[in-house]
Each structure stands twice: as structure tokens, then as C-alpha cells.
């Protein structure tokens, strides 16, 4: 996939997560330091239920428009599962989770982008 479907398809992995009332959505652009992907969408959910909600939209929805899910982690427990469809993946937490882990500090090298950059939406 090419950075501009890469980019398209964040942007409905968005969507789908705004959709869903997931919270403090994030993207962070890691392309340019490293060969996992080019994005990772970092969003929160409430409780178990709407983590395994939002990541069933996202494949559904992602999947609908043509990108395959390579593998799906931690579905069943859903304190953070993991969705990667190679250039783009997908992470849904529950806040003490997303709290311990701080992917956004471990990743700070990447380029965190604002969510109206893909949506033109002015919601961050």
C-alpha cells in the first residue's frame, strides 16, 4: 500500500472510531522511523465491551474497503488490542492500560498528527 491509500484508510479507521465514541483518538505518524507501519491510531474505550465494538468496527469496516487484517492481540482480555493491517495498526485501550503502556512517549520520534489532518474535522 502506498502512503496516500495508507493515509486514506486511517482516515476511515477514524471514522469508524468516532462512529463507535471512541475516546482520545490519536495518530501517530511513524514512517519515517520505522518499518512496522506508517501509522498507529491509538483510541480508548470505556469498558470491554466497546474495545471489542470499536476493534470489530474497525476490521469490518477496514476490511469492507479492501485491507486485510494481518493479526489481531489481546481481543479477549480487551484492555489493548492490537489490529495490524501492516501499514496501518490499530491500537484500542482501557485508559489504566493506555496510561501504563504511553505509546505516545515511546513513540515521540514519530510525528503525532492531527486528527483534521485526515478528517477536516476540527475535533482533537
Keep these: ?10 482516515n ?7 462512529d463507535k465514541k471512541a475516546e482520545d ?6 514512517g ?6 506508517d501509522y498507529f491510531i491509538i483510541a480508548s474505550g470505556s469498558n470491554r ?3 471489542q465494538a ?11 474497503a479492501g485491507l486485510a487484517l494481518k493479526q ?3 481481543y479477549d482480555n480487551a484492555n489493548w488490542v492490537l489490529l495490524d493491517f501492516g501499514d496501518i495498526i ?8 493506555r496510561l501504563f503502556y504511553d505509546l505516545e512517549r515511546i513513540w515521540r520520534d514519530g510525528k503525532q498528527v492531527s486528527l483534521f489532518e485526515f478528517t477536516g474535522n476540527n475535533k482533537e
Design 1 to 10: 500500500m502506498n502512503r496516500e491509500e495508507s493515509k486514506k484508510m486511517t
Design 25 to 30: 483518538i490519536r495518530v501517530i505518524d511513524i
Design 49 to 51: 465491551s466497546q474495545i
Design 32 to 37: 519515517e522511523v520505522s518499518i512496522l507501519a
Design 90 to 97: 490499530v491500537h484500542v485501550f482501557d485508559k489504566e492500560n
Design 12 to 18: 476511515l479507521a477514524i471514522k469508524v472510531l468516532e
Design 72 to 74: 489481531i492481540e489481546g
Design 54 to 64: 470499536l476493534a470489530d468496527n474497525v476490521e469490518e469496516q477496514l476490511g469492507r
